[in-house]
Structure formats: structure tokens, C-alpha cells
């Protein structure tokens, strides 16, 4: 080393400015093509001779000589696959010279690399084109970086997203980019924090590192401390991630700094949101619209927190208006779709479902979200594509195989809603919805031990999960443990006052242990919740029918009807009112109609035959039970009521052995009490037509015995 510049190395005071003397002492030795090359090689990441060739405007053979040239040097080194890079303390030194005094020489080659790696679809090149898109044009290069950030978060490209906060910082430190973009490269590193801990909920394999790294950025790391925190890490994370907000929004305010103000009190509405601080969390947001109304982020996020705090009506507007402010925004469009779901405005939630993911194709959260919807709405093949779809953009995607499951179980595909749900549950073996639907596939299947066991674990997770305790009451129903079913609906309404379905099932519970008065009012309060609530409306009907009240229980089954005109369950009700009533011709009109809708279960068909009998159309009728004894064959006779159904059906056909014999064994299958006496009233009902009918009067009197032990 010569004595010079030793002199010139103590002068310099930081240690790029040192490294760039040196770095221009090797570089002196090289051609000047090669000196040229070697400064614009260090513009981009890593350097071969395609890039080259595309910076210099060079020949494939110059090129690759150069190539040759600057990968010997001493400072350089290989990167990956993709060529050559100087080393980063060279490059950087290099790099901050050009930008100090040949500023025009970097905006030269950052253009002619962009349009370089513009030209590739993968994520490695387009990160390199938006680095060198910022260098020469800020503002358009900061739309970018956002825009391709959210990207990333949604598509947990967690190594394009790190790479990109990477280049904006390094450019921030040059200097390259001014205080004005420097907040949202602050603030795009903070969401990547949030969405790691969002994505660790769902991918348990990668839940500590996600956690870790949320924590790494949020600036607490030595906090994390020994092994003893892993249980915890999640509430830690979330709670260095307020308190990191909490500091940032501080530093803005001794500061005066009103941009980074209104940007952090939004995120800390945000977070307190995600953390079940609702009400608090709209006071930080109104703070921010307050500076600023037409904030974009802010109206989402206040539309969001309206939405926990269902205020859906103040969601709506504040979505609206978001969207005037950016028709483009698709997350605030997916936002107000999932805020109609919950209203039931089904179809304005899927178009809005359609807009978001025609702005983006692979937004599987707005996709998955359309699944619901058209499960909601009982399109359970639209439904299916959907989470279909979903899983092919993750094959991890908990949310959207727990979905696909529950659609499978509501088909009634238990099988297949099964293998889902296990495998939702094996990715992630804390998600309660996943549990809970899985505990109401078993459920279904008669399986009540199973489905007790996965409510209990559910439960277990979150003890205020009010739909797992509600499903675990309406196994202890089906199951005839009526007071075990009451104490899990009353916790599940204490819990959620407004829970209409825990309501609604409670009224069904006291219907099924005859205390009608209790059941009213149940069915009642839930109907005043939800006044299209066409279950509850039904129920409340066959509560009216069995206390006699045919003229309300009339009411009730229209009122269903017209609510849905393909409910074969509230047609088949009212047909059986219009029989009692002595109204054949409409009886008739409504048990078709229920057949036409596929509902052949044998007792629309038995229905007819009794109303054949009451008009003397004896050989009408014998055909009608006939039919209702062949579709009986075909359903699982291991179930009380569709074996009583079939006993029912013997007896009207004058086969009292057969009709005995089924009666007994279904008995012996230990049927709940409910289950008892709604045979009892419908053997009630066949007296009133065959009242000689000594058979049916023996097999009363042996369930009124049974009811009374049990």
C-alpha cells in the first residue's frame, strides 16, 4: 500500500468512503471498458453477461469477456445461480460514490436494468426491477413497491417481501430515496411483521420461525428471552406488535411529524382490533380521519372495527366510501363483500366477492370468502370450486380445507368432510373451527361420543366459544340429555344474548321435553332477532301443531314457504296441518309438491295415504303406504325415528307382527325421550284415522311406559 494512500485512507471518515478508495485503486489496473463495466455492475445485486450485455449495450462476446474480467476480481464472489456479485461492503461503497457524484450514471443503467428484469415473471427478477424502478422514478417506483408488497403478504412470498424491504432500506441509507418515502417503507415492514403472526396461526410448521421474525422486526428480539416464552410467543408477538406501534406513533408525535401520526394511529386501530380492543380501536382511527377523512387505510380499518362491533350498516359506509376514494382497492372491496355476507345480502357480497378477484386472480382470501358465501347459500358445487381453487394457490390453507369440509358435511359427504377436516386439524391442531365442524360431521354420523369429545376440545381452546358450546348442547339433545343440552344453550347465550341458532335449539329442547310454553318464547325471541329465520319460524310451527293451534302453526309454515318456496320440510309440515284440518285437496297440493323436491323419505307418501283414507280411496291409500315402505328400505333403519317410521308405515298396511317386532327393537336402540314422544303423537294421529286399531293402541301404551321410566 502507497504511502499516498495511506494519507488519502486517514482523511476519509467513514468506512465506504475508505472502501471506495481502495475499491478505485483495484479498479485503476482494469481496461477502461472493464472500469466502466465494474461501476455499472454494481448498480444491480449480481451481474452475467446477459445483464451486462443489457447495462452496456454490448456485443454477447464483449459481454462475456467482461464477465470473465470483473468475476476474477477480488471482490467478487458467486450469487446463486444467476451469476456474480461484488461483495456487499464493495458494492455499497461503489454504489454510494456514483450516487454522490455521478448520479446521472445510475439513473442510466437503473433504467436500462429495469426494463432488463421487467421482462421476467418470477419473483427474484420482478423484486430487482422494482429496486431499480424506485432509483429512477420515485414516485411511480413507490406505487410499485406497495402494490407488490401486498402481493407478497397475501401470497406468504415472506423471501420476496424480506428482499424488497431490504433494497428500500438500502437505497433509504444512500440516500437515494428522500424522509417522503421512507414512512412506507417503515410502514411495509411492519405489516410484513402482522402477517407473519397472522400466517402462523396457519401454518403450525412454520409458527415459531413466523413468530420469531415478527418479533425481529418489531425491534424486540432481546425480549423474547429463554425457552420458557415458546407457549406464549403469540400473545408476545401480538403485544410487541401494539407496543411497537404504540413507539412509533410516540416518536411521530415529539416529532410533529402528522403524516407518520395518522399512518400509526391507523395501524394501531388496527392491531387493538385483531387483539379484541374494538372500542378502543376506533378511537385511535376517528383520531387519524379526523386529520385526515379521505384516508383510505383508515375508512377500511374503521369499516373493519364497525364490523366487530356489528355495526354493519356504519361498515358499509365507510367501505363505500373507501372504494369511491379507490375503485381499484380490493381489500376494501373483499371487505364490504364479507360485510354482506354476514348481513345476508348474498348476492351483493359475491358480486363484490367477483370485482376483488377479478382485480386479482390469486387472492384467495376473497376467494375463499365467495366459497362461503355460495355455501351459505346452499351452491355447495360453486361452493366446492371455490376451496378448490383456494387450495391449489396453498395447499396449507387451513381456513379453506376446514371450509371445503363443512361444505362436504352440509352435502351430506361425511366421508370426505372427514379426511378434510382431519387434515385441517393435522396442519394445525388448535384451529377450533375445524374441531367444532368436525364435532358436527360426527354428530351427524351418530357418532355422538366422538363429536362430544372434539366440542370439549374446542371448548377447551376458547371456554367462550359460544358455537362449539351451542353444537356440544345439541349433541346432549339428540342424545336425550336434555339438562346437559339446556346448561350448554344457556352458557351459549349468556355469552352471545343475540345468538339466535343457541335460542332457536333451546326452544327445540323444550319442544322435545313437551314444555311448549318455555319453547315459544324461545322460538319467539329467536324469529324477533332474525325475522327470516325460516328454521325457527318452522319450528315454531310444529310447536303450534302439536299443541293443536293448527290455525298459527298454518301461519308459521306459509311464512316459511314464502321465505324459501323449495323448504320441503315447512311444505310437508303445513300438507300434515292441512290433513288434520280436514283440508285434503290442500294437503295433497303440499305433500306433492315436497315429493317433486326430491324429499321421498316414505312419510309425504304416508301422509297421502292417510288423507287416501279419509277419502275413502282405500286402494289410492294401500299404494301410498306401500311407497312409503319401499323408501323406508332404503334409509339406515339403525336410526329410532326411521325405524318407528317404518313401524308406522306396517302397522297402516295391516302388518301388526312386523310392525310389533320393529317397535320393540327400536325401543332397545335407547331413542331419546323427544324421540319417544313424538311417536307417540304420531301414533296419535294414525288412531284418529284407524281408532279400532288395537296393534297401534298396544304399541302406544308400551312407549308411554318407556317414556315414563326414562
Known sequence: MSEELVVRLSGESTESQKTWLVTQLVLSSLPPNAQEAALASAIPHWFNPDILAALLAAGPGEAAELDRSLSDLSFAEPFGGLGHAFHDLTRRAILS?????????????????????????????????????????????????????????????????????????????????????????????????????????????????????????????????SESRQGDEEEFAKQARITFVRQKLNDAR????????????????????????????????????????????????????????????AAVTDFNRAIELDEKGDWAIANRGVTYQQMGRFEDALADFNRAIALDDKYAFAITCRGLTCQQMGRYEDALADFNRAIALDEKDVWAIASRGETYRRMGRYEDALADLNRAIELDEKDAFAITCRGLTCQQMGRYEDALADFNRAI????????????????????????????????????????????????????????????????????????????????RGETYQQMGRYEDAMADFTRAIELDEKYAWAITSRGETYRRMGRYEDALADLNRAIELGHEDGWEYYLRGLVAVASGTYEAAKNHFLKAMECSRSRDQSVPMTAFNSGLYNLALGRTTEAETIYETALNSHPTPGAIREVILDLDQFLGVFPSDAAAISMRNLLAKALQVR
Open 97 to 225: 460514490h456514483l450516487l454522490e457524484h455521478n448520479v446521472a450514471l445510475v439513473r442510466t443503467v437503473a433504467r436500462s436494468a429495469y426494463e432488463y428484469f421487467r421482462k421476467y415473471a418470477d419473483s427474484q427478477n420482478s423484486v430487482e426491477a422494482d429496486y431499480h424502478l424506485l432509483l429512477i422514478d420515485k414516485s411511480g417506483g413507490l406505487e410499485k413497491f406497495k402494490r407488490d408488497m401486498r402481493l407478497y403478504r397475501r401470497a406468504a412470498n415472506f423471501s420476496a417481501a424480506d428482499n424488497m424491504i431490504r433494497n428500500a432500506k438500502e437505497l433509504s441509507e444512500l440516500g437515494a430515496l428522500d424522509e417522503a418515502e421512507r414512512p412506507e417503507i417503515e410502514l411495509n415492514e411492519y405489516l410484513l411483521g402482522a402477517t407473519r403472526i397472522w400466517r402462523s396461526r396457519y401454518e403450525p410448521s412454520e409458527r415459531r420461525a413466523h413468530l420469531r421474525e415478527a418479533i425481529r422486526i418489531f425491534a424486540l428480539s432481546d425480549s423474547l428471552g
Open 460 to 539: 377447551a381452546l376458547d371456554e367462550k366459544d359460544a358455537g362449539a358450546i351451542a353444537s356440544r348442547g345439541e349433541t346432549y339433545q339428540q342424545m336425550g340429555r336434555y339438562e346437559d343440552a339446556l346448561a350448554d344453550f344457556n352458557r351459549a347465550i349468556e355469552l352471545d344474548e343475540k345468538y339466535a341458532w343457541a335460542i332457536a335449539s333451546r326452544g327445540e329442547t323444550y319442544q322435545q321435553m313437551g314444555r311448549y310454553e318455555d319453547a315459544m318464547a324461545d322460538f319467539n325471541r329467536a324469529i324477533e332477532l332474525d325475522e327470516k329465520y325460516a328454521w325457527a319460524i318452522t319450528s
Open 254 to 313: 415529539q416529532k410533529g411529524d402528522d403524516r407518520r401520526q395518522r399512518m400509526w394511529l391507523v395501524e394501531l386501530g388496527s392491531a387493538e382490533v385483531e387483539a379484541g380492543k374494538a372500542q378502543e380501536a376506533l378511537s385511535h382511527i376517528n383520531a387519524a380521519l379526523d386529520r385526515d377523512p379521505d384516508n383510505v387505510e383508515a375508512l377500511i380499518e374503521r369499516g373493519r372495527t364497525h364490523r366487530a362491533l356489528n355495526e354493519r350498516e
